[in-house]
């Protein structure tokens, strides 16, 4: 019930699907929630939770993530916590991307945590301490959706080892989760793709997708001093998919 408590804790895309699962969780465990989203209608309902605020955040704006990491520190005191988590999803082939489309996934997918990451670590350094973790996905891994979804991913990935690499001397750690496909608003259309969704799951060891609060539940751990000494940490949730 407390694993996270006292703690301060911005969760971006806190209004939908995974980042929402993260939200509950964190305040559940105590945390102080600040829930970060471009969404401000579903900001206003998850921010009627206890210990949840709502704060607008569109995770592409240098400016954005100035004025909210200001924002907490000023109000909180300090920021325990960050978890890239905020994303956008294409499931184009590679013949009807555009230079547009590429632009504007890497602006959000990997663009929006590098940000993250460099207006909170300022905060967390002078604080020596704190924990970032990143939603990346399974597609930066196995060979799987030639397009620019999964190129953003390989980009976060990059960033988060080259983040942790570097903060680690600051006590600040960098985690990255590898979901598989999980069950939210962002996935609800592959449904309607019966043969795929069938080949999908029979194709995944456990014979099901998974869940966003399967996924939340390991990114409590990373972000609990429970993981004290992990950083660089890479965690595959994908029902043993990428293990076949
Ligand atoms: N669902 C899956 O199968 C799956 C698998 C692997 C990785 N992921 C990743 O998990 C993360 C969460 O996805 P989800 O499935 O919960 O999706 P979702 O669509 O339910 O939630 C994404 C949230 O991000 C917010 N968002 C989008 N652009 C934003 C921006 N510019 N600034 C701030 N917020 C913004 C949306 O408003 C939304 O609330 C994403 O990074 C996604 O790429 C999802």
Redesign the pocket.
Known sequence: MDRLKDKIAII????????AAMVKLFAGEGATVIA????EE?LQKIAELDQVEGMK????SDENWAAVTKAVVDKYGRIDILIN?????SEKAPDQITEADWTLMHK??SF?PFLGIKHASKYMKEAGKGSIVN?????AIIGSGFNH?SAS?GSLRAIARAAAAELGQFNVRVNTV??????????ATLTEYKDAMNMLVNATPMKRL?K?EEVANAILFFATDEASYITGGELVIDGGYSAR
Request: hydrophobic letters at 30%; one cysteine or more.
């Open positions: 971006t895309g806190g209004a939908s699907g995974m980042g970060a989203d471009i969404n579903n955040l569109d995770v592409s988590n905020a994303g956008i999803s959000i997918n929006g939603t990346c996905s399974y597609t979804y991913k590898f979901p598989g496909v999980i069950e939210t608003p962002m996935t998974g966003p």
